[in-house]
């Protein structure tokens, strides 16, 4: 859901759950919470979309106002502004 109506094709969704899933498998024993499984979808939504990542961010860490997705966005633009262009 967080993918749609991005220029995000069913491979590159397919990958990155492949490459969740393969996480969750080499990373853990038994049973995944679902905040690690939370956490993993956002590490791959980050490198996927931007845009993907911040709508799943928001309704899985139930941002509550602007403030927090700022917070949730700085690292980001912190990174884009340092890095050159």
């Known amino acids: 859901r967080a993918c749609w109506k991005r220029s995000i094709n ?3 969704i397919e990958r990155a759950t ?3 899933e393969n996480d969750v498998y080499r990373s853990f024993d038994t ?3 679902s905040s690690q499984l939370g956490e993993l ?3 791959h939504l980050r490198d996927l979309d931007e845009v993907a990542f911040v709508r799943f961010a928001s309704v899985y860490r139930q941002f509550n106002d602007v403030h927090d997705f ?3 966005l700085r690292p980001m633009l912190g990174e884009k502004w340092r890095s050159p262009r």
């Open 10 to 12: 069913s491979r590159q």
């Open 18 to 20: 492949v490459a969740i």
């Open 31 to 33: 049973e995944v919470e």
């Open 41 to 43: 979808v956002l590490e």
């Open 70 to 72: 700022f917070e949730e």
